[in-house]
Structure formats: structure tokens, C-alpha cells
């Protein structure tokens, strides 16, 4: 069983900046491409950026060159550092992980999610 947990959301005013971490634990034979998503109210789920385990990134293009994802595989742990925030940026961010059990399956894994709010 693999779990992971969000956190560093918050409210920050425009401009401003946070990073996010989703830390993983369990066990697992591996831990594959991990992402950021993000669900605003009355919105649906969206993809903001992905990195394989090798550190190959993918951005949504509302977030390139404000966003970069990066992840500890020591650590297991997968950041997002989020800058010049805006208030479209507002939204529960969700860590995402594919994951190799043990047993050779392959699954998928959620985080709860971590609220992020830009407002003046």
C-alpha cells in the first residue's frame, strides 16, 4: 500500500509564490511518473505537470514558465514550486503517482489534496 499527503497550500496574494510537497510511503517495487493536478470549484480535475521517474518533465501550458515540478527519489518526494501566482491559479492541488507493486501491478495512487488560494 502506497500513500501519499500533500502539503504547503495556502492563501497568497497575487504574485506571490508556495511549494508544494507530496510525500509517498509504503512499500512498492516502484514508483513511476508523478504528477500535480488541480481542481478549482465547479471545475473539473486538470492536469498541471508531470516528471517520470527519470526527471523527464510536462507542463500544462497555463503554468509553463511559472511551475516546476521536481522530485527526490531518495526521498520520495515530489515538489511543485508555484510563482507568480494569480487567482486562476486558485484550486485543490492533487499528487498523483503511478506505481510497480511488488507484485509486478501496476496501480495508481491520489493524494488528498492541498488548497491553494490567491486573493488579494
Known amino acids: 500500500q502506497v500513500r501519499l499527503v500533500e502539503s504547503g497550500g495556502g492563501l497568497v496574494q497575487p504574485g506571490g509564490s508556495l511549494r508544494l510537497s507530496c510525500a509517498a510511503s509504503g512499500v512498492a517495487f516502484s514508483i513511476n511518473t508523478m504528477g500535480w493536478y488541480r481542481q478549482a470549484p465547479g471545475k473539473q480535475r486538470e492536469l498541471v505537470a508531470t516528471?517520470?521517474?527519470?526527471?523527464?518533465?510536462n507542463y500544462a501550458d497555463a503554468v509553463k514558465g511559472r511551475f516546476t515540478i521536481s522530485r527526490d527519489n531518495l526521498r520520495n518526494t515530489l515538489y511543485l514550486q508555484m510563482n507568480s501566482l494569480n487567482p486562476g491559479d486558485t484550486a485543490v492541488y492533487l499528487c498523483?503517482?503511478?506505481?510497480?507493486?511488488?507484485?509486478?501491478?501496476?496501480?495508481?495512487?491520489w493524494g488528498q489534496g492541498t488548497l491553494v488560494t490567491v486573493s488579494p
Open positions: 498523483n503517482a503511478g506505481i510497480t507493486y511488488l507484485s509486478r501491478r501496476d496501480g495508481e495512487v
Open positions: 516528471i517520470t521517474s527519470g526527471g523527464v518533465t
